[in-house]
């Protein structure tokens, strides 16, 4: 039976993060494991939300769960459950390694969306001012780098885990690299060399703002849809006049290929293109377009950039269109 705790009068919201290797081949086991999980989660007093985010090599290899409960005592609920150790039970065949779990208070302050990395490390008790010391040191030299978002440090929790967590993050994952590869960051990991002998990282593609998503009832805002819709049309354009006059036209519908046949390749092979590389490509550059949040003289701005963007889009497809493929 679950083990009962005292709800603290001010207790915050607490985000519980799983970071799992599944083995390749038990991929579908997981997803129908996560379904059954997700039922018994819906039951579990104090549960707010979920998020699930698949593998993303080479930048995350695991598969990260995102649990949000009201208190940290509704989190030690579920981690301390029957039903959890049934619902772990049942897929522990599929891991690669152990389980981590780390977690979160809700306190810290969002940030825009970023890249980061979770640090999990054991610390002795009568090391833990000197950890702390070494902790600040850190978070001063991180602090000088490019693109730094926030150092968090999270003490072990009792029932939870025995492990100090660190999320550090930064704006990109370049910068998170520039960090993490520096010299100074070597020179630091020398000085606390005790700190380092299990020290284990983990990637993730999500900032500060996706772990404390839902903890105070605040969403992201969303991107704008209009402008998402015209930055996807502006790369679409010129590929589906590439793909079609060049491509579809004198090597698949010349050789008698049903119309029918040859959209459904275009389409195809756009839409890969387009989801993998243009389409992200193109938010990057934009991405001060994106935010909601900008100035009205902003986002006017980025209006007049796409109507003369495809106007030359529409006259360089012109001149395309001229030249013979057959």
């Given amino acids: 039976m679950p083990h009962s705790h005292p709800r603290s009068p001010a207790a915050s919201p607490v985000s519980v993060i799983f970071q799992r290797r599944i083995d390749d081949a038990s991929y579908a086991d997981y997803a129908r494991w996560q379904k059954r999980a997700a039922e018994a989660l819906a039951t579990v007093p104090g549960f707010i939300d979920q998020d699930i985010v698949p593998p993303s090599p080479p930048v995350q290899d695991d598969w990260v769960d995102v649990l949000r409960f009201a208190t940290v005592e509704d989190a030690r609920a579920w981690l301390d459950s029957d039903r959890r150790t049934e619902l772990v039970a049942e897929i522990k065949h599929a891991f690669i390694g152990n389980e981590d779990v780390h977690l979160l208070t809700g306190e810290q302050t969002r940030e825009q969306s970023a890249t980061s990395v979770v640090i999990s490390c054991h610390v002795a008790p009568e090391d833990e001012s000197a950890f702390m010391d070494w902790q600040r040191k850190i978070s001063a030299a991180e602090a000088g780098f490019r693109g730094f978002r926030g150092h968090k440090v999270e003490r072990p929790v009792q029932g939870i885990t025995e492990d100090w967590t660190i999320v550090l993050s930064f704006d990109t994952e370049d910068n998170l690299a520039s960090w993490m590869d520096s010299p100074e960051r070597a020179a630091l990991l020398k000085e606390g060399e005790k700190f380092n002998k299990n020290l284990r990282i983990r990637k993730a593609s999500y900032g500060f703002d996706f772990w404390f998503r839902g903890a105070g009832g605040d969403e992201p805002p969303p991107v704008p849809v209009a402008r998402s819709n015209l930055l996807a049309l502006l790369v679409l354009y010129p590929l589906v006049v590439i793909w079609g006059h060049f491509v579809s036209a004198p090597f698949i519908e010349a ?62 497809c012109t001149l395309l269109f001229m030249i013979p493929t057959t």
């Fill in 255 to 316: 050789h008698g290929v049903p119309i029918a046949v040859a959209l459904f390749l275009a389409n195809l092979v756009t839409t890969q293109i387009l989801g993998w590389w243009a389409v992200p490509a193109a938010f990057k550059v934009f991405g001060w377009w994106m935010d909601p949040a900008i100035s009205p003289r902003r986002r006017n701005l980025g209006y007049a950039v796409m109507i003369a963007l495809f106007g030359i889009s529409i006259a360089v």
